[in-house]
């Protein structure tokens, strides 16, 4: 959906002798705001090691002509506020490599090339807090418990009680010790066996999946969002948006219908011979993206499009 939502925008500029100068698509998985109410504001519609090793990829993007690179071990800790709804206290992170998108969407002389992914604003610093601490590491607990577990990685980096190697962790930030601490208080890690012991993180993430599961009538969210810019050969500029926002619903969550209406909608238009091209495609042709958001449109699944002209101090069209 992504990529075909944004080709819509980008073929459209294109069409009419525009040039895409800065491309940015976000996306992300959450519960909807009732139902994020633990201290990581999180729930999984997908696996806990996949959103693990997710935050810990290395990123590269470009930013007005430069090109930043995140360690993957840095990830977590350069997240930054995403204001499209401004309502819900929104966080993003970058995703991957977004410069490999400039040959594939035909975008290659864009400043800006960027794709990230959202969570509630908190979920990275607590997280990234973990991280330091050891808790995401691929290695043996050393411990049947998570006390034990936690002493002894407090204990390898030279602390001797829990407060004062959190706060290390957090950088020496006071209140984000005490979120860390609370967090863990709420997850058991004061009392809770160790999954297993030969690898910390795999426990943690059992951990995770047994306290961050939706109950009985809560529901996800699935957002996704696009900020496209255009320059033309007469001087006029545009500035694009596209929105998606979706909730789930006592049939299905809104992860499901985002992954399974988009895979059921591409095997029926290979079934019904409505694309005709063989082999491996990406959904970045008119003859894909088309046919696909028009049935995904009916099936509830809407991006919301704004297109704004751009001006100079004087209110000339730039």
Known sequence: MDHMSAMKIIDS?????????????VCGGLPAPEAANNPLLYK?????????????NDATY???????????????????????????NLECLPNRDSLIYGEKYGIQSAKTIFRGTIRYQGFSSLLHVFKNM??????????????DAIENLQGDRGFHDLRSFI???A???????????SCMLWLGLKIAPVSDPSSIVVSFCDLLEQHLQFEDGERDMVLMHHDIKASFDDGSAESH??????????SMTAMSKTVGYTAAIGTKLILEGDIAKKGLLLPTTKDVYTPSLDLLHKEGIIFEEQVHEEYDEVGHVV
């Open 62 to 88: 470009r930013r007005d002509g430069e090109v930043v690179q995140v360690n993957g071990a840095d990830l977590l800790a350069s997240s930054e506020p995403f204001y499209a709804w401004q309502s819900l």
């Open 13 to 25: 500029v294109h069409g009419r002798g525009g040039e895409i100068t800065s491309f940015s698509s």
């Open 171 to 181: 950088g020496n930030n006071k209140e984000l010790a005490s979120r860390v601490y």
């Open 134 to 147: 050891g808790i995401l590491d691929d290695r043996e607990t050393g411990a049947a418990t998570w006390h």
């Open 167 to 169: 706060l290390s962790c």
């Open 241 to 250: 948006s596209c929105s998606m926002q979706l909730f789930g619903d006592d």
């Open 44 to 56: 999984f519609s997908w696996s806990p090691m996949g959103v693990i090793r997710a935050s810990q």
